[in-house]
């Protein structure tokens, strides 16, 4: 009982404290210290927002920003998970990579962008590059460590109770490994948002979220600026809680291997 | 004769641990030898520009040329002292605000839906609006870094105080400490292994988005503005030597820097092993 009062007045609180913050903003905006051209009021910023969703271009900055990004974290995907349990599993594969992987980790992504730029030109080939650059690492990392941390009482009683290669693998490997891969995937798309803003603003096409916010710079449209931060960060956000916090609850809490922390 | 016995098979020892460390460095180089002659292979065999795809003496040369013309230094110490002014104010603001939080119920309530709310926004996509607020330069750039930088330091600190023993805290209290003494012998390292985390994890976050924030802010020097510099005139080999300097410092601040502050601290402790 206490604890649901607890977490009422912490809600409440929460509220009050957004409430507040939005409060105080909105009394600077008004109050004309600063230009209304850099610091818009409420209103005007959802305005913005109202407008670009209600005439469809928001949506379809959102749409080629979702577009490079999956095609950059998929292509993460579909090669560090692989590559990562190669290394793993094959002490000569990893004396080979994990050195070119500790040497190009540090390397942040965006430094590759204007390289890039030179190679492929302005457009998605770039930024679906550096997306997966920027997403590969962490993916291949936590498979690697993953693969590496199983169990070896779980493979030897596999053995013994007779499971060959394949099955190990499917039945034992995979599952035990899946905490990590997850945790993996969940950075890497984080890493891959990340990068996904930047690599727009810096080798700006035409479309994408990154793209308008730097555009309504030069336009001084910070309510529009505002508006696109609003998208973004609840794109992340949303991508972040319920595909990842759903693909954790559908395998690794159900087979027990990771606790909820909220129940 | 024992001494010289002794002497031999010291010799002996040191041999053998040589000979491994010449393996151990030939294994790590060896990767790169290969990496490095499929690339002076595809940037001889003319499939691409040369003014593009460099071959790897010209990157060098570039390197060299620009080390001893101190255009290269002053760019990397300009970029080093940008990310330190950063990293320290994320680090300064992130502990204070992480134990605010952590030790009071109402900064918890004010702080966390703020911080709940701006942490997932990627931090490169505030870069505008903080040029549009302080302008193009300096300013915004390491204000960017270090409010970027704040966010993993803010969570760790949090977590770490909120994660020490409640049975520390009541023992040292039955012992007599008071409040000072709880918090710098109890609290304080008790919530280290956490905050360290968090700076890493920050001082990481710092670098890697300092770079683009360079290429965005137009500073006069720095790493980043040097890459993006490079490219309008095609200089492709002071852009790769530009890559290879930023590869180094982040290779040095993750081995040197933090591991090194790791081994000093929580892991002579024993509250953490390598």
């Known amino acids: ?263 | 004769m024992p001494i010289d016995a002794a002497v031999a098979t010291d010799r002996a020892a040191t041999r053998a641990t040589g000979h491994e460390r010449w393996h151990a460095v030939w294994r790590n180089a060896f990767p790169f030898l290969v990496c490095g002659a499929v690339w002076e292979i595809v940037a001889r065999a003319g499939i691409f520009p040369p003014r593009l795809f460099p071959p790897l003496e010209v990157v060098a040369a570039a390197l060299v040329r620009l080390t001893i013309a101190g255009i290269l230094p002053h760019h990397a110490l300009d970029t080093l002292l940008r990310l330190l002014s950063g990293f320290a104010i994320a680090a300064v603001g992130g502990v204070a605000i992480g134990i605010a939080m952590a030790r009071s119920r109402l900064a918890e309530d004010i702080f966390l839906p703020l911080v709940a709310v701006a942490a997932p926004i990627p931090g490169l996509a505030y870069a505008p609006l903080f040029l549009l607020w302080f302008g193009l330069g300096n300013v915004s750039a390491v204000l960017l870094v270090g409010f970027v930088a704040m966010f993993p330091v803010i969570f760790n600190t949090w977590s770490g105080v909120k994660a020490v023993k409640e049975i520390w805290l009541r023992s040292a209290q039955a012992m007599g400490a008071d409040n000072r003494r709880m918090f710098t012998h109890v609290i304080a390292p008790g919530a280290l292994p956490y905050i360290l985390t968090g700076l890493r994890l920050g001082l990481a976050q710092a670098w890697r988005i300092l770079v683009a924030v360079e290429m965005l802010a137009a500073v006069p020097w720095g790493l980043g503005w040097m890459i993006f510099g490079a490219r309008e005139f095609l200089n492709t080999d002071v852009m790769l030597s530009g890559i290879a300097v930023i590869a180094v410092i982040g290779l040095t601040l993750e081995k040197q820097v933090f591991q090194r502050l790791e081994n000093y601290t929580v892991v002579r402790w024993g509250m953490m092993t390598q």
């Open chain 1, 1 to 263: 009982m206490t604890a649901k009062q607890d977490r009422q007045r912490s809600m409440l609180r929460a509220t009050l404290s957004i409430a507040a913050a939005a409060a105080i903003y909105e009394a600077l905006a008004r109050s004309g210290i600063f230009a209304a051209a850099l610091l818009p009021p409420l209103g005007s910023v959802f305005k913005a927002l109202w407008d670009s969703l209600a005439d469809g271009t928001m949506e379809l900055h959102a749409l080629f920003t979702m577009y490079r990004v999956m095609f950059g974290f998929g292509l993460a995907v579909a090669i560090g998970i692989p590559l990562g349990i190669l290394m793993a599993r094959f002490q000569r594969i990893e004396n080979f990579l994990l050195p070119l992987v500790s040497a190009l980790m540090p390397i942040p992504s965006f430094a590759l962008v204007p390289l890039f730029m030179l190679w492929f030109g302005i457009g998605n080939t770039t930024t679906v590059l550096i997306v997966f650059y920027a997403a590969t690492f962490p993916m291949l990392f936590n498979t690697w460590s993953g693969v590496r941390s199983v169990n070896p009482i779980w493979l030897r009683a596999a053995g013994a109770m007779g499971a060959d290669e394949r099955r190990l693998f499917w039945k034992v490997i995979i599952p035990g490994a899946a905490p990590f891969i997850i945790a993996g995937m969940r950075q890497s798309f984080l890493r891959a948002w990340i990068a996904v803003v930047g690599a727009e603003m810096i080798a700006a096409s035409d479309w994408g979220l990154g793209w308008v916010i730097f555009d309504a710079k030069e336009f001084l449209n910070a309510d529009l600026m505002v508006a696109s931060l609003i998208v973004i960060g609840a794109i992340g956000f949303m991508t972040e809680r319920l595909v990842f916090g759903s693909l954790e609850r559908l395998t690794v809490m159900r087979w027990g291997m990771l606790r909820d922390a909220r129940s």
